[in-house]
C-alpha cells in the first residue's frame, strides 16, 4: 500500500507536531528493541522519498512496517539510479534502479542511538579537542530563545554582518540564503566550495555550464582524470552507465596516481604524477592539433580562441608532459590518437586534479579536449546539463551590499558557495574585512572538512556565540555554545532536481515524523525568523504565516514542472519528469552560456587582464611540491561506503569498513625498512598524526594515501578513535581562481613511530 500525506492541508503546527508512531518498537540504550509478544504486521506502507546519505539523490521507495522503518529500495520512477539520459530510461529501468551501500544504511541512520534527541546547552566556556563542553539539556523554546537573544544583539549593533551560516548543500540551502538576506548578512556558505567549485568553475569558462555530465553508456572512449566514479559514488546510476558502456564496446582509461576501483575496471590505467593532469591534457591537445584530427567545422563555427590555444600548446609536446607528470611520450601519443579517433569520446576530471591549487586550468585543459574533438552535447559525449529551476522564492528582500567575509570577489571563478579555507583563515588569524561573532553551521562538520584542522577549531574559538544543527555530536558540535538536534532525511521535505541530463523534479518526505519531536532544519530558520521580526523590502513579514511546505509548493509550482506539492506526491514515484527527449546540440538553438557566446579556449583578455596565468589552461606547479623534508605527495579519496566524514558512526557501514590505513608502494615501504602493518608517524609542517602503514601495489612511488573521512574524537561510539583525519596535515591553500580548497595538496614525510 503507497500511503501519502495530505500535503495541502498539512499547517506548519501540524507538520512540526508530527504524528503517533503506530508501532512497538523503541529505543533502549544502545539496541532497537522489538516486544516479540505484540503482532508482528499491524500495517504496512510504502512511502517514495530520495536519499541523502550524500548529495546524490536516488530515489527510494521505504517500506514502513508497524511504524518502523523496514526496508529501503531503489524507486525505479526516479531517473537517479537509473540512467542520466532520457534516451536509455526505458531499457534501463526494466533493470530496476541501483542504491549504494550508503543509502541502503540510511534505517540505521534513522535509529542510530547516538543521535542528539534534545537540545543543548554549553555550560563550560572552555572549548579545545578534550574539552567536555557540560551539556545542559534544555527545552527547543529555552535553545531558540537563546539563539534569538544572541543574534538580536547583532542586528541592535547594526552588524548583521557578524553572522555566518555553514551549510551541507541541498538541505536547507534556499531558506538559508533568504534567512541571511532577511537577517542582512551576505555570509551564507554552502559546502560546494570544499567539494568540486574547481570543477564547476571550469566547466562555466569553457563550456558555459557548471555541472556537464557525460553521456557515458552511449560513449566510445571515456578518458577519466583523477576521478573514481565506481567507489566515490554520488549518482548510484554512474557505476552501472559506465559498466554499460563498456560493455557496449566503449574504451575505458584512468589517469590517477592510484590504482582505483575504476582503475581495475579499465583498458588502460595511467598512474600519473600529483597535480600534473593538465600538462598531460595539454600534450594530448598538442598531438591532436598536429595530427589535424580535431573537428576543425565544430571550432571554426561554436569556439573562440583556437588560434592563440593552438599557438600555445606548439611546445607542449609529449616530452614536454613526459618530464612533468611520468606518463610516457608514446604512451601520451597514442593516448590523443585514440581519443580523438573514437568517436564520441568523453574526457572528464572532478576532484583528483580539482582540489589542488592549480585546477581551474587543468580542468580546463581536461573539458577543451572534448571541445577539440566536437563531442560536446551529442549523444555519447560531454553534456550540456541543466538542472530544473525552482520558482523564485516568495521572500521579497534585497541581497546585502556588504561585502561577504570570505572576500569571494577576490576569486574570478568562485562559486556562490563561498571560500570556507578563507573564513576560517581570517577567523583563526583575526585579520578579516570585518569582526564575525556568531555561526549557525547546519549539518556539517568543517573541523574535519576544512583544510588545517588546528587553525579551524582556534577560528571557530574565536567566535562569541555558535550555534550547531547536527544528528550527532561532531567535532564542529563539540565547539558550540547551543546544538539542536537534526533530522535525517526520512524525517524531512525536500525537492530534488540535479544529477542528470533532462529535467525532472523528485519529492523528499518523511517517511517517519521526526523521531525526537524536532524542527526540520528549514522549520528552525523560519522559527528564528519569527521571533526576530525579520521583515522583507515591503515590511511585511514573510515567514509569519508560511512554512516550510507552503515555501516549497510556491517554488514548485514557479518552475517549468507548475505542479503542486500535492500533485507531485501523487506521482509515480512522487517525481515529475520531462516529456522531452533529451536535449542533444542545444547550441544551435540555444545561447552558449559563457562571456562570448561561444566554447572558449581562451578567456576575455580585458575582463582578466590582472590574471593573465587563466587567459589560457596554461599549467603551473603546485604551490606545495614534495622536498627532502617532506618527500611524499599525500592524497585522500572517498570510499564506496562512506560520505565525507559523515558517516563513520553508522554500525552496517562500519562493519564494512571502519578504520583507514596508510597506503604506500610495497618497493617504497621497504626501501625505508618498513614492514607491511608498522606503525607509523606522518608529519607535515601543520601537523602530525600516527597512522597504520599498509603495503599497496596499487599506489605510485611517491604517493602515499588514505580513505577520507576518518580519525573522529566525536560523533558516537562506533566512530571515535578509529584511524585518522587527513586534514590535520593541511594547509589553508585554495585553487588560486576558484577558492576551492585544496584537499589534496598536501606534503608529509613517514617516520618509524
Not at 53 to 78: D, K, Q, S
Not at 470 to 475: R, T
Request: proline fraction near 5%; aromatic fraction near 10%; glycine fraction near 8%.
Amino acid at each position: 500500500m503507497m500511503v501519502r500525506m495530505n500535503l495541502s492541508h498539512c499547517s506548519r503546527k501540524q507538520f512540526i507536531r508530527g504524528t503517533v508512531s503506530l508501532g512497538a518498537s523503541f529505543l533502549v540504550g544502545k539496541n532497537l528493541t522489538v516486544n516479540a509478544n505484540e503482532p508482528q504486521i499491524i500495517e504496512e506502507k510504502q512511502v517514495a522519498t530520495c536519499c541523502h546519505m550524500c548529495g546524490g539523490g536516488t530515489g527510494v521507495i521505504a517500506t514502513v512496517r508497524n511504524g518502523v522503518v523496514a526496508g529501503l529500495e531503489p524507486n525505479v520512477h526516479n531517473p537517479i539510479g537509473v540512467c542520466n539520459v532520457a534516451d536509455s530510461y526505458e531499457n534501463n529501468s526494466q533493470y530496476g534502479g541501483a542504491m549504494c551501500p550508503k543509502g541502503l544504511s540510511g534505517i540505521m541512520a534513522l535509529y542510530d542511538p547516538d543521535r542528539i534527541t534534545k537540545p543543548l546547552m554549553r555550560t563550560n566556556p572552555e572549548k579545545g579537542i578534550g574539552v567536555d563542553p557540560k551539556w545542559r539539556e534544555i527545552s527547543w523554546d529555552e535553545a531558540l530563545s537563546e539563539i534569538t537573544t544572541e543574534l538580536r544583539k547583532l542586528l541592535e549593533d547594526e552588524r548583521p554582518e557578524a553572522l555566518i551560516t555553514v551549510s551541507e548543500n541541498s538541505l536547507v540551502t534556499d531558506i538559508q540564503k533568504d534567512f541571511c538576506k532577511l537577517f542582512g548578512t551576505p555570509n551564507a556558505g554552502f559546502h560546494t566550495n570544499i567539494c568540486s567549485a574547481t570543477r564547476k568553475g571550469a566547466a562555466k569558462a569553457v563550456l558555459g555550464v557548471d555541472e556537464p555530465l557525460g553521456d557515458y553508456q552511449n560513449s566510445k572512449y571515456m578518458l577519466l582524470f583523477g576521478w573514481n566514479p565506481l567507489s566515490a559514488v554520488k549518482w548510484s546510476h554512474l557505476p552501472q552507465i559506465i559498466l554499460n558502456g563498456k560493455q557496449n564496446g566503449a574504451k575505458l582509461v584512468v589517469i590517477d596516481p592510484r590504482y582505483s576501483e575504476t582503475a581495475a575496471k579499465a583498458d588502460v590505467w595511467h598512474p600519473i604524477t600529483p597535480g600534473t593532469d593538465g600538462a598531460l591534457a595539454l600534450a594530448m591537445a598538442h598531438v591532436i592539433i598536429n595530427a589535424k584530427i580535431y573537428d576543425e567545422e565544430f571550432i571554426n563555427n561554436w569556439t573562440t580562441g583556437f588560434s592563440e590555444y593552438q599557438k600555445y600548446v606548439q611546445d607542449k609536446t609529449p616530452e614536454w608532459a613526459e618530464k612533468i607528470c611520468g606518463v610516457s611520450a608514446n604512451d601520451i601519443r597514442k593516448l590523443a590518437i585514440d581519443f580523438a579517433s573514437n568517436q564520441p569520446a568523453i574526457a572528464d576530471a572532478w576532484i583528483g586534479p580539482g582540489q589542488q591549487s592549480n585546477g581551474f586550468n587543468a580542468i580546463r585543459a581536461v573539458f577543451l579536449l572534448n571541445v577539440l574533438v566536437g563531442s560536446v552535447d551529442k549523444k555519447g559525449g560531454m553534456l550540456l546539463t541543466k538542472e530544473l529551476q525552482l520558482g523564485p522564492s516568495m521572500i521579497n528582500k534585497s541581497s546585502s551590499n556588504i561585502k561577504r567575509y570570505d572576500q569571494l570577489e577576490k576569486y574570478p571563478f568562485g562559486h556562490k558557495s563561498g571560500v570556507y579555507v578563507e573564513t576560517f583563515r581570517q577567523l583563526a588569524q583575526q585579520n578579516g574585512p570585518y569582526p564575525v561573532d556568531a555561526a549557525i553551521i547546519t549539518m556539517s562538520n568543517p573541523v574535519l572538512s576544512v583544510p588545517n584542522t588546528l587553525q579551524v577549531i582556534e577560528g571557530l574559538k574565536r567566535l562569541k556565540f555558535i550555534t550547531v544543527i547536527d544528528n550527532y555530536l561532531s567535532e564542529t558540535a563539540l565547539m558550540a555554545d547551543i546544538v539542536l538536534p537534526g533530522t535525517t532525511y526520512l524525517e524531512r521535505f525536500g525537492l530534488v532536481t540535479r544529477g542528470i541530463h533532462w529535467q525532472y523534479v523528485a519529492l523528499r518526505q518523511p517517511v517517519k515524523q521526526p523521531l525526537y519531536g524536532q524542527l526540520s532544519e528549514s522549520d528552525i530558520f523560519i522559527e528564528l525568523a519569527k521571533r526576530l521580526h525579520l521583515r522583507d523590502d515591503n515590511g511585511n513579514l514573510p515567514f509569519e504565516e508560511i512554512g516550510y511546505l507552503q515555501y516549497l509548493d510556491y517554488r514548485l509550482r514557479g518552475s517549468i514542472a507548475n505542479i503542486s506539492l500535492e500533485e507531485l506526491q501523487e506521482l509515480p514515484g512522487a517525481v515529475w519528469r520531462s516529456e522531452q527527449e533529451t536535449p542533444y546540440r542545444q547550441y544551435v538553438t540555444e545561447p552558449i552560456q559563457t562571456e562570448s557566446g561561444k566554447f572558449q579556449f581562451v578567456l576575455d583578455k580585458e575582463k582578466y587582464a590582472e590574471m593573465p596565468h587563466i587567459l589560457l589552461p596554461e599549467y603551473h606547479r603546485r604551490i606545495w611540491e614534495p622536498d627532502d623534508k617532506y618527500p611524499f605527495y599525500l592524497l585522500s579519496w572517498k570510499h564506496v561506503t562512506h560520505t565525507h566524514s559523515r558517516t563513520q558512526n553508522n554500525p552496517y557501514l562500519s562493519e564494512l569498513k571502519d578504520y583507514n590505513h596508510l597506503y604506500i608502494n610495497p618497493d617504497t615501504g621497504k626501501s625505508m625498512g618498513f614492514e607491511d602493518g608498522d606503525e607509523v608517524r606522518v608529519t607535515s609542517p601543520y601537523g602530525s598524526l600516527r597512522a597504520n602503514l599498509k603495503f599497496s601495489a596499487s599506489m605510485h612511488p611517491k604517493v602515499v594515501g588514505t580513505d577520507w573521512g576518518f580519525g573522529h574524537w566525536g560523533f558516537g561510539d562506533y566512530a571515535k578513535g578509529k584511524g585518522f583525519a587527513v586534514n590535520k596535515l593541511n594547509d589553508f591553500i585554495v585553487d588560486q581562481v576558484t577558492g576551492q580548497a585544496a584537499h589534496k595538496e598536501i606534503c608529509v614525510k613517514i617516520e618509524r613511530f
